[in-house]
């Protein structure tokens, strides 16, 4: 018998804001690999805000979770077993793998570390899917342009934080709404933001955004929803593109949530707002990933992962995302890089 | 002294829904044009939806009407007396005007008519500035793609009889809501739209759509909102646009109307939700009116005006847009053209 391995699984679908009892802990026998496929030992599994719809018994963009499924995710790791020519065992990977100690992938469908670049968890960040994110839906959906005012919600967030830093790199004012004094400071200090709002402590948004934003709001980056957004859609320049990348603040909701009308608030500024998934940009993967390790070898993009330390504790690294408990990326260490 | 002009005159900002006590209708003294202008005596005027936003004391798209002010709105008429070389007298003309028997006007704000490629009321209507609006908002918002299913709110009105018509002519299935069988009939039976739907007569919107739109929408031409624009957006295909036009089922709110929030349903068919104003579009005016015109001439396109006699009664046919009273293009004949 091969040796063991730890997994998680989907328990329970939850209603309203999930809890512990969505995730079981098994010890299984160590999957292995077959032909073209490799298995890889995790170091760092991502988290992820949409994982929430993943939840749900509904089809969606991202295949549903069964119950009983093990759960799946980004991860980084070693190859410490390859049944396919394109990857040796050492050999570090990122790629769609599980919640484990132990992950089998296709050898197709990962693609390889380097690890001179940034240090592992920057791969489910910035060189990862948010970066790629944030990326193409500033750039795609936003059309950012000098002057312009960017204002991102989720700010300090793995996508947010490199939304802002790009939208910078493009001459725009940037506002970041995020829900820490410690965010806001990373935001502003380390991150170059112009100004960023901690809408926790924070009680009248527009008046705070006429404030740091006096000319309007030419692109809204939103992560997060509600009250924020509500606030952001009455600063809507004419011709002000809206990406809408995540809307954190209801993904926990069971009934549809109710929320000031904004259609009306669209025609008089004739706005654009676009839903967006980084998938839709899969040809173009290349682009982002050389200009975003450019940017990150160049200093000229700043990234901070939040690394929980140990499997056992990834539910409550997932369940933390939503009451905001991560700065930058939230990933899990699961197990030490070898070299 | 000049002979006397009947002319509306704003008396009161509304609370809510307008009524008689906003109007005031005054006999002065005829206006005299002066250089470059013309005396045109105003056969039809126009009234529309937009002009409830012209009585709010906010700045938008469309100047604010002052209390005491002459109403204005477009018109079709004829030249009495021309202080400009580009017209002369028993020349017909259409512009912004205003609500009265007779309207100076700058002759460079006007365009010619010509009564044989439609009747005056028609260049108010789908050769004016709803048919621009249609033909603009639809093709280059809507981007309409053969197969494509189209649905359209206030389909029977000026500018969604001439959206779904156009729909019709690129390829698509098009599905109008409006709010009598009588609309509904006018809209499948002569405008050849594939479905159409009584919403005042039909108690769940979405089960409807199941039936008329089983493929899903592609595009959503919006003048209403309220819970028909709510049903279409739960419906939206994977990359569908939404062109905003108008929103006539809040426009007499005194709160910001509240409703479900929209913008978690856009994530993952990545829709398109844009506001639309024709204004924008005023350097390619010539291209619309050429067209628009062809298919008038040739039958493609329909159209069909409600006309209230006298000027006394313009206040009415303004207030019945509200109730949906018009099919087609909503006009006041004001006097009987000379020829």
Request: net charge negative; glycine share 12%; proline share 6%.
């Amino acid at each position: 018998m091969r040796d063991t391995n730890r997994a998680w699984y989907f328990a329970a679908r939850p209603d309203g804001e999930p809890d512990a009892d969505s995730f079981e802990l098994r010890e299984t026998e160590r999957p292995e690999p077959t032909s073209g496929e490799l298995l890889v030992r995790v170091n760092y599994l991502s988290v992820d805000p949409y994982m929430r719809g993943r939840m749900r018994d509904t089809e969606s963009y991202a295949e549903p979770w069964d119950v009983g499924d093990i759960l799946k995710g980004g991860i980084v790791g070693e190859v410490v077993e390859s049944e396919s020519d394109q990857y040796d065992t050492g050999d570090l990977v990122t790629g769609e793998g599980t919640w484990a100690d132990y992950s089998v992938v296709d050898a197709d469908d990962v693609a390889p570390v380097d690890p001179t670049v940034a240090d592992l968890p920057a791969y489910l960040g910035v060189l990862g899917m948010p970066g790629r994110t944030a990326y193409f839906g500033l750039l795609d959906v936003g059309e950012p342009k000098p002057g312009d005012t960017v204002v991102v919600s989720g700010a300090a967030g793995a996508v947010g934080s490199v939304v802002g830093q790009i939208a910078k790199l493009n001459g725009c004012r940037v506002v970041g709404f995020a829900g820490s004094d410690e965010k806001t400071e990373w935001l502003t200090e380390d991150l170059g933001f112009d100004a960023a709002i901690n809408y926790k402590t924070t009680d009248d948004y527009r008046t705070a955004l006429d404030e740091v934003a006096p000319g309007g709001v030419d692109v809204y980056f939103d992560n997060v929803g509600g009250p924020i957004t509500d606030a952001v859609f009455t600063k809507l320049n004419v011709d002000a593109r809206v990406a809408v990348c995540g809307q954190i603040a209801h993904y926990n909701d069971e009934d549809v949530p109710m929320g000031p009308r904004k259609l009306p608030m669209l025609i008089a500024p004739r706005a654009k707002v676009q839903g967006l998934l980084v998938g839709d940009y899969a040809t173009r993967f290349g682009e982002a990933s050389e200009r975003l390790a450019t940017w990150v070898a160049t200093g000229d993009l700043s990234h901070r992962e939040t690394v929980v330390d140990g499997l056992e504790n990834a539910p409550d690294a997932f369940l933390g995302l939503f009451s905001g408990d991560n700065i930058g990326k939230q990933v899990v260490q699961v197990s030490t890089p070898s070299s």
